[in-house]
């Protein structure tokens, strides 16, 4: 075999234990860490691992690269008709991460943009870190789509009324100092910090007693898991019709092509 044919592609995600700290890197820099169906399986495969291994206490989720923390689905793949969720992980939700529930708490190390299914993603965390570079908003309605994977009732649940549905309708980002100032992230470092300053917080959180910190993430989540039950029930109920629109294909499809798109309202 010729060294032009041992060419070994990287995997989608990276996954690496850090004493008690599992770090899960997002690896598809040069798509902006969109998520793909092998992304979704190495990422849930890494929390059901996680989850069930007593030496695990903490979950760290990042991105590879500068450009971005995760861009969100893969447009690309969707136009071509591709799956970005494995029929048999759907219940994972996108990335195998944001309908994955574990007993262990998760910390988000935004290192960039985190727009779409990116915000989704920091949504799904428990405490958020994020470099002063990164950007946070659903822009689903620019492409004709739905933020499906939580965002919709997360981003309401997480941010004051009026502020959250201004950006679910116009589908503008905040930066992070914005996002630090509505609570939707805890800390804000410069970008080389980010991965540090989150594993730093992952360190004090896994120094604590490993069952009480898991007890208060379920006592703290029960207050809120009929809300989001119904939130993903509306999610459901109202993706279909959207994602089998003329402008959920035409969305993509001018995103693929750099240019504006032409909505026709059906």
């Not at 044919?5 to 850090?18: C, G, Q, Y």
């Not at 059901?48 to 760290?60: F, H, L, Q, T, W």
């Not at 300053?197 to 007693?209: H, S």
Request: include cysteine; glycine fraction near 8%; hydrophobic fraction near 45%.
């Amino acid at each position: 075999m010729t060294s032009t044919d041992s060419t070994v592609t990287a995997p989608p995600a990276l996954i690496e234990r850090r004493g008690n700290i599992l770090l899960i890197t997002l690896n598809r820099p040069e798509a902006r860490n969109a998520v793909n169906a092998e992304m979704c399986v190495l990422v849930g495969d890494a929390l059901e691992e996680a989850d069930k291994d007593p030496e695990v206490r903490v979950v760290v989720l990042t991105g590879a690269g500068d450009k971005a923390f995760c861009a969100g689905a893969d447009l690309k793949a969707l136009t071509r008709g591709e799956r970005v969720i494995p029929a048999d992980r759907e219940e994972w939700g996108l990335a195998g991460y944001v309908g994955h529930r574990i007993s262990k708490p998760t910390i988000a190390a935004v290192n960039g943009p985190a727009l779409g299914g990116g915000t989704e993603l920091v949504l799904a965390s428990d405490l958020v870190v994020a470099a002063d570079t990164a950007v946070f908003g659903l822009p689903e309605v620019k492409r004709g789509l739905v933020a499906g994977a939580g965002g919709a009732f997360r981003l309401t649940a997480k941010l004051p009324a009026t502020i959250a549905m201004e950006l679910l309708l116009t589908g503008e980002p905040v930066d992070a100092h914005r996002a630090l100032d509505l609570h939707l992230v805890n800390r804000v470092v410069p970008a080389a910090d980010v991965l540090t300053a989150a594993l730093e917080l992952a360190d004090t959180v896994a120094a604590n007693a490993p069952l009480a910190v898991q007890a208060h993430k379920r006592i703290a989540l029960r207050q809120r898991a009929s809300a989001e039950e119904l939130g993903w029930i509306s999610t459901s109920e109202e993706l279909p019709a959207i994602a089998a629109s003329d402008d959920a294909k035409e969305g993509p499809r001018a995103f693929s092509e750099k240019r504006s798109p032409v909505w026709t309202g059906r």
